[in-house]
């Protein structure tokens, strides 16, 4: 318990210094709450660049109004990861009424087992394409569509883990993205 009440001190110091626009103030607090708010987003939109998104949206309110969080009603930890989680909840229903104005199906509708059968067929011969363009892409390029499409990690993310410029994780991915449009549009015809 003292151990919270210390690290709820500490946050309430570093909002109260995000105020007077101390940079490393809010770098502290990102680094120190960013995973934690990217798990409760992705949990509920279940989009890695979604769940990255509403924690950015998150943070840039902190940073124009670090008054929104007020100590009184409770700690900063618990503030933010309810901005985290009204945010992500915001989100999916803007998705949902979304689908609805576009005329997809509502999630609970019981869908067409002769089109579920279809597109399931479907999805395995797209998936064998794919694997098979992904394995004809060079190694580096490769292995940064992987960390992005498959592993859920941003360019920048990317770049900092294979100690590359970010300017080189992008030129990767638009090389590689180009080669998979080619090799499977030649698949198509």
């Known amino acids: 318990m003292a151990i919270r009440s210390l690290e709820d001190a500490r946050d309430r110091d570093l909002v109260r210094r995000v105020g007077s626009g101390d940079e490393g103030a809010f770098r502290t607090l990102f680094r120190r709450y960013g995973p934690l708010a990217k798990a409760v987003s992705l949990r509920l939109v279940r989009q890695a660049f979604m769940a990255e998104e509403i924690v950015q949206e998150a943070f840039l309110a902190l940073w124009r109004d670090p008054t929104a969080y007020r100590e009184e009603l409770g700690s900063f ?3 933010l990861l309810a901005t985290v989680h ?3 909840v915001d989100m999916v229903r803007r998705e949902e ?3 609805r104005r576009a005329g997809e199906p509502e999630r609970d509708e019981a869908p067409d087992v002769g089109q579920t059968v279809v597109d399931q067929v479907h999805l395995d011969e797209t998936r064998t394409r794919v694997r098979q363009a992904m394995a004809e892409l060079p190694e ?3 292995q940064v569509v992987d960390m992005m499409y498959f592993q ?3 360019q920048s993310a990317i770049a900092a883990e294979l100690a590359l410029p970010l300017g080189t994780v992008k030129s ?3 090389l590689a993205m180009r080669r998979l449009r080619t090799a499977l549009s030649e698949e198509n015809e």
């Open 140 to 142: 580096p390029q490769r």
């Open 97 to 99: 009424a979304q689908r």
């Open 152 to 154: 859920g990690k941003s």
């Open 86 to 88: 009204h945010r992500a």
């Open 172 to 174: 990767r991915t638009l």
């Open 77 to 79: 930890r618990g503030w």
